[in-house]
């Protein structure tokens, strides 16, 4: 984006939740290289956490027993039951009246 500025030595940096900070060049600088650093850790943490939770579902999987041959997997929750379909419209509007026309 071109736009004017009043004093190029100075910038606005995003501080999150709508908050922006004026900020000299190199205070910008300094700032960005530890959101940078911050951002950088947290994605390495995620990373190992997903990883930790993929070594688990491995883990898992490899001592379930598979199912007998021949039986189908019984399910572990009961599965919902469907509905009956809602009777026809009295009128057969489509604006949902169940009244006779």
């Given amino acids: 984006v071109c736009a004017p500025s009043p004093d ?3 910038v606005f940096v995003a501080l999150g939740f709508g ?3 004026e900020l000299s060049l ?3 600088l300094r700032h960005l290289e530890r ?3 911050l951002l950088q ?7 190992r956490d997903g990883a930790k939770i993929r070594a688990h579902i491995r883990l898992v999987l490899e001592v379930t027993p598979p199912p007998f041959p021949g039986h189908a997997p019984s399910p572990r929750w009961p599965r919902p039951q469907r509905s009956a379909p809602p009777p026809p419209r009295a009128c057969g509007s489509c604006r949902g009246c169940r009244s006779p026309p």
């Avoid at 850790?41 to 990373?47: G, K």
Wanted: proline share 11%; hydrophobic share 30%.
């Fill in 35 to 37: 959101r940078s650093s």
């Fill in 8 to 10: 190029p030595r100075r």
């Fill in 26 to 28: 190199p205070e910008a």
């Fill in 41 to 47: 850790r947290l994605s390495d943490s995620l990373t």
């Fill in 19 to 21: 908050f922006f900070a």
